[in-house]
T-cell receptor, first 111, second 113 residues
Framework: DAKTTQPTSMDCAEGRAANLPCNHSTISGNEYVYWYRQIHSQGPQYIIH???NNETNEMASLIITEDRKSSTLILPHATLRDTAVYYCIVRASNTGNQFYFGTGTSLTVIP | KAGVTQTPRYLIKTRGQQVTLSCSPI?????VSWYQQTPGQGLQFLFE???????NKGNFPGRFSGRQFSNSRSEMNVSTLELGDSALYLC????????????FGPGTRLTVL
């Protein structure tokens, strides 16, 4: 079962930073936070993951609060191609490749 | 290298029939997971295969089954199709079981009439 809560939808102006929040108040010590996104009619795409430290890659940054009960995915300069459903997922290590996706946030980047 | 491929891409069946979907993972990937996506239930985990063995199973009835071959290719089967089985079926592969990144295929769109 999904253990995360995300807003249903968000808008962001093109070129601005998109900040997508996620609450995971029941996260356990061995659970990681993952972000995937799904562009319409495609399979989900991995973005980033982290345990407790902030993480950055070429796609995005992940900010995890100190108590690990929430996190924020940041797309620094949103483009129209970033319009997608973004899923925040928590998953423990050593549990195999099953991800519970939840309902996600539908991000619309506006020109 | 080639991505995850799924065949067929589209399929129309009638109630009571059975269907087999195929997934070819990225070369070298040994773990294959299957998901069902519907507008009402979203993305739901079906099962995961690794080294030809089912490792995890989601909350789906026994009509949903799968298998993995020695070359890591996987098939899933749905018997006695119901209207509610209409969905996008997605396959994902990863290098290993606890690998962080799964690579998803484009999916098979199944319509049950």
């Amino acid at each position: 079962d999904a253990k995360t809560t995300q807003p249903t939808s968000m808008d962001c102006a093109e070129g601005r930073a998109a900040n997508l929040p996620c609450n995971h108040s029941t996260i356990s010590g061995n659970e990681y936070v993952y972000w995937y996104r799904q562009i319409h009619s495609q399979g989900p795409q991995y973005i980033i993951h982290g345990l407790k430290n902030n993480e950055t890659n070429e796609m995005a940054s992940l900010i995890i609060t100190e108590d690990r009960k929430s996190s924020t995915l940041i797309l620094p300069h949103a483009t129209l191609r970033d319009t997608a459903v973004y899923y925040c997922i928590v998953r423990a290590s050593n549990t195999g490749n099953q991800f519970y996706f939840g309902t996600g946030t539908s991000l619309t980047v506006i020109p | 290298k080639a991505g995850v491929t799924q065949t067929p891409r589209y399929l129309i069946k009638t109630r009571g029939q059975q269907v087999t979907l195929s997934c070819s993972p990225i070369s070298g990937h040994r773990s294959v997971s299957w998901y069902q996506q519907t507008p009402g239930q979203g993305l739901q985990f079906l099962f995961e295969y690794f080294s030809e063995t089912q490792r995890n199973k989601g909350n789906f009835p026994g009509r949903f089954s799968g298998r993995q071959f020695s070359n890591s290719r996987s098939e899933m089967n749905v018997s006695t199709l119901e209207l509610g089985d209409s969905a996008l079926y997605l396959c994902a592969s990863s290098f290993d079981r606890d690998y962080n990144e799964q690579f998803f295929g484009p999916g098979t769109r199944l319509t049950v009439l």
